[in-house]
């Protein structure tokens, strides 16, 4: 059974997707970089050992980076998993972990990169959004993608309202996404492409607005 070990920053709630449904791999730690992450004590309730690794404790991305791999790598992990992990990595953190690393991002990548991602769709008039599970290169936000999934964004669209819809499909696609590269069906090739034995039926369409 492959080992999981997630970074969270925040509430956590694609950590508690996860840690809430069968994912073929063990959960072997919650690591945040901040103490009051209120997804730790989520984690704890469920017996998964958690950690803190504050990044205002080191005096450079270098060194916080290199203190974080050693409490991940004390976990011996198949897989990290960024879930809602609000830190920029370094190039040789992200290489150390070359096609183990997965992130969630709450856009249609590449679109919206970065931050605000849901207010800078709705300023675009996008008609529609989602969320995207990807590997991490050292390219921000640009690494090979697993699985994505589109709402419609609605014409009286608010912030909330929208990242809320995002979000009950993020806690759809990141167990599956982790399910697959626990069963293997999904993996980095050496080329770094997302090699993936998932069939996808030809006419899965989201129109928006619908069509009369
Ligand atoms: C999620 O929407 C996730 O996609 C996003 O942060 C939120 C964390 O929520 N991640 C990023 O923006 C990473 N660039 P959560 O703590 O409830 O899972």
């Not at 969630?104 to 990548?109: A, G, K, N, V």
């Not at 919206?112 to 675009?124: F, I, M, Q, V």
């Amino acid at each position: 059974m492959k080992n999981i070990v997630i970074l969270i920053s925040g509430r956590g709630s694609n950590m508690q997707s996860l840690l809430t449904t069968s994912l073929n791999g063990r959960i072997a730690a919650v690591i945040s970089n901040k103490a009051d992450a209120g997804g730790l004590a989520f984690a704890n309730e469920h017996g998964i050992p958690t950690a803190v690794v504050s990044h205002r404790d080191h005096p450079d991305r270098a060194s916080f980076d290199a203190a974080l791999a050693q409490v991940i790598d004390g976990f011996q992990p198949d897989f990290v998993i960024l879930a809602g992990f609000m830190r920029i990595l370094t190039a040789s953190f992200v290489t150390h972990y070359h096609g183990r690393l997965i992130n969630i991002h709450p856009s249609l990548l590449p679109s919206y990169t970065g931050l605000n991602t849901h207010a800078r769709a709705l300023a675009d008039g996008v008609k529609i959004h989602g969320c995207t599970v990807h590997f991490v290169t050292p390219d921000l936000d640009h690494g090979p993608i697993i699985i994505q999934a589109a709402v419609a964004v609605l014409p009286d669209d608010t912030e909330a309202g929208l990242s809320a819809r995002v979000l009950q499909e993020e806690h759809r696609i990141f167990p599956q996404a982790i399910r697959w590269l626990c069963a293997d069906q999904v993996a980095l090739s050496s080329e770094g492409r997302v090699v993936s034995r998932i069939h996808t039926p030809p006419n899965l369409a989201l129109i928006s607005p619908a069509l009369e």
